[in-house]
């Protein structure tokens, strides 16, 4: 019977740690957990940590599962383009604050594109 090649050896070593640590990895994997299907939490497993009471669905970053923040357009009413001015002149100092208020009124709204 002839020697085995040494590089055979540690090659051979190397898949079975390889798959040892795949196989180590996937077991460990957390399949007991909540995840946000969009709408609302779902059981995946059994989880043992109670349902998260953060809100779960459109428009908010969840965990565990990462899904991208989705906006939604909300249309803006009574809009005119000298509400979106503030007239920060000297003399006009004093009504700084009345201006400032006029903007904690408006909507949240995000531009796409050139349209509003």
């Not at 196989?23 to 043992?48: A, M, Q």
């Not at 953060?54 to 383009?81: D, H, L, M, R």
């Not at 000297?90 to 050139?114: A, C, E, H, M, W």
């Amino acid at each position: 019977m002839t020697k085995p090649n040494p590089t055979t050896i540690v090659l051979s070593i190397l898949c079975i740690l390889l798959l040892a640590t795949t196989v180590v990895l996937f077991l460990r994997k957390d399949g007991d957990t909540w995840v946000c299907n969009g709408i609302e939490w779902v059981k995946h497993g059994n989880p043992s940590a109670l349902k998260p009471a953060q809100p779960c669905g459109e428009g908010v970053a969840t965990s565990p599962t990462i899904n991208p923040v989705k906006y939604t357009e909300f249309p803006i009413n009574n809009y005119s383009s000298s509400t979106t001015e503030i007239d920060i002149s000297y003399n006009n100092i004093k009504s700084l604050p009345s201006q400032i208020d006029r903007f904690t009124n408006l909507q949240v709204f995000i531009l796409k594109g050139n349209k509003l």
